[in-house]
């Protein structure tokens, strides 16, 4: 069964149901087409008529509550379709373009565009006839509300940042109470998160400093790594974590006299060994990560530096770390 024939049936049915024009189950309807459009009116009336199963009258021929459809050009090849339909009080209208079509079937496609407009028209009337007042529906059980509440709430929350294992740069400045108070520096880190809230990361890090004093300079160099151990957190694009390890390394204190003929320079290397805790946030971009973390540890192996007879540096107490770093997953 063709869409014509479908749409006809429904059309017919809301006519009866509507009861409009006195003796007649259908309403009438008249057809316009201005002379530029490259169509047969004739031909176009025929198919419209098998469309709807009625006889379509002439502009000269309609009544106060005919249905009119004029077919109108726009430019070459397309044409505008217009229905005034005076049961509704409104108009509705659309464009056709037939430019690609051959003269056959021009007709036939252009009474097809009618009538879709006319029963688009016509069924606006079947839902302004609906007047009976709509029965109020029962209160669904807390339980199903609550379940379907749930499922729009994770339909709608954001994704929680991958886990895997990152490798990133950090940028980082130690504060110590002992000089140098200041270190600067940064390094490589490792980090990876699992299923189960805990995880672990690695990092190699450089800091240097320059103290100076009444004998000359003191420049200190700190290399160090630390193995930590710790638990997250996972929020929307966002991870925090909490937890602790060991950081141990080597400085380097090399002395730089400001009189080189009166002061004897000097090398001095030691090991240290400090036990931390860290906390870090990281924020997920795509694959990439945002971290600042905060390592705040004390060293048990300290590493302290002399000139003349008086400590002028050293790596001992307290000891506060920052870090910034970028990274990306690496699986």
């Given at each position: ?26 309403p009438q309807v008249a ?154 520096g940064g390094g490589l ?15 190699l890090q450089y800091l ?124």
């Amino acid at each position: 069964m063709t869409l014509g024939r479908i749409g006809a049936g429904i059309a017919i049915c809301l006519w009866t149901q509507l009861g409009w024009a006195a003796g007649s189950s259908s309403p009438q309807v008249a057809l316009q087409i201005d002379d530029c459009a490259a169509v047969s009116p004739a031909d176009v009336r025929r198919w419209l008529q098998l469309e709807l199963g009625e006889q379509v009258l002439t502009l000269p021929d309609a009544s106060s509550s005919t249905s009119v459809a004029r077919v109108g050009c726009e430019e070459p090849g397309r044409l505008s379709v217009r229905i005034d339909d005076p049961l509704t009080g409104k108009s509705i209208w659309r464009s056709i373009d037939l430019s690609s079509q051959v003269e056959s079937v021009r007709a036939r496609l252009l009474a097809v565009a009618i009538v879709e407009l006319l029963y688009a028209s016509f069924a606006e009337l079947l839902l302004d006839q609906r007047t009976e007042i709509a029965t109020p529906k029962p209160a669904q059980p807390v339980a199903v509300v609550q379940a379907v509440s749930g499922l729009l709430e994770d339909k709608l929350k954001q994704p929680l940042p991958p886990l895997g294992v990152e490798l990133g740069v950090v940028a980082s400045i130690a504060v110590q109470q002992d000089a140098p108070t200041l270190l600067a520096g940064g390094g490589l880190r490792l980090l990876a998160d699992t299923h189960y809230h805990l995880g672990w990361d690695v990092d190699l890090q450089y800091l240097f400093a320059r103290t100076e004093g009444s004998l000359g300079s003191v420049r200190s160099d700190r290399i160090g790594g630390r193995l930590a151990i710790h638990g997250q957190v996972r929020l929307s694009k966002l991870v925090i974590r909490g937890g602790g390890g060991l950081r141990l390394g080597l400085v380097r204190h090399v002395g730089e006299p400001s009189d080189a003929q009166a002061t004897v320079g000097s090398v001095q290397w030691g090991p240290w060994v400090a036990p931390v805790l860290v906390g870090s946030l990281s924020v997920a971009i795509a694959r990439l990560r945002l971290d600042l973390a905060l390592e705040g540890g004390y060293v048990v192996v300290p590493v302290r530096g002399h000139a003349a007879g008086l400590e002028t540096t050293s790596l001992s107490g307290p000891q506060l770390l920052i870090s910034l770093g970028i990274g990306s997953f690496l699986r």
